[in-house]
């Protein structure tokens, strides 16, 4: 059960105004709204041209594994709320009428959530991620809860913003921070699974792929194992896996 409304918009505030910038205050929102809106987990992805490109706060390790997920599938609620510009709200994600994100679905039902919901963030007239709420037993979000959970998805664009500003000052001409989000997809990636682009590298040269193979192979190995890409990614930068060149048109992989 959700605290009241007024309870979480001081709580909210106060978490935000007493918190640390950029990454350290985006986790402390998602931990924030775990006590409050009366979910199990929370995570704030980012999103840029239909695609996953990070997760910037998170209130555990198992929920940015969660938001990981997503971007290991290329499908879930974050990307729909960031493509609609609505929230997105699963009560029961075991409900047979739920056909949504089929691989996605999977994952997260065997890691033991039965609700989820997502809020777009907005930067200016810009959809730049999601709020991403976690439950472990179905249900709906109740009025108050659900009013919080929107609360918390604007106040998510400050940390965001601090670290499109690289965690320095921010710009007085927040245009220009957008425009520059926009413009360069590769700062932002950057902010958040790097071992990705080194592990997408490291495949185009042994495999002999272009960069959209490269990252295919892996996302297919991380599903094939039940891991998720930044764990395969992680394995391949630390020489602990290599996936092997494939002859027959499947993902392919080894250990070396």
């Not at 890409?229 to 250990?255: C, F, K, Q, Y």
Request: aromatic share 4%.
């Amino acid at each position: 059960m959700s605290a009241s409304l007024d309870v979480i918009k001081a709580e909210l505030t106060a978490a935000m105004t007493n918190s640390e910038r950029g990454i350290a205050a985006a986790d402390q929102l998602c931990s924030t709204c775990v006590g409050l809106i009366g979910v199990d987990g929370a995570a704030l992805s980012m999103v840029h041209e239909g695609s996953s490109t990070g997760t910037f706060g998170s209130s555990s390790e198992a929920s940015r594994r969660l938001d990981e997920y997503q971007f290991t599938f290329g499908e879930g609620p974050c990307l729909d709320a960031v493509a609609t510009r609505e929230t997105v709200l699963v009560p029961n994600l075991a409900s047979p009428q739920e056909r949504r994100w089929p691989l996605l679905k999977g994952a997260l039902l065997d890691d033991g959530v039965r609700g989820v919901f997502a809020m777009p963030v907005m930067i200016m007239s810009v959809c730049v991620g999601a709020l991403d709420l976690f439950r472990s037993t179905p249900g709906p979000l109740d009025r108050d809860a659900l009013a919080g959970a929107k609360l918390a998805a604007e106040l998510a664009a400050a940390p965001l913003l601090d670290l499109i500003a690289g965690a320095g000052e921010l710009s007085a001409d927040e245009d220009s921070m957008v425009r520059r989000m926009g413009s360069e997809p590769d700062h932002l990636a950057e902010l958040d699974r790097v071992e990705i682009y080194q592990a997408t590298g490291i495949l185009i040269s042994a495999l002999d792929v272009d960069a959209t193979e490269a990252l295919v192979r892996l996302r297919a190995h991380a599903i094939a194992t039940g891991q998720t890409a930044i764990e395969v990614a992680r394995a391949v930068v630390e020489r602990r896996l290599m996936l092997e060149r494939d002859t027959s048109g499947g993902a392919g992989g080894g250990t070396r």
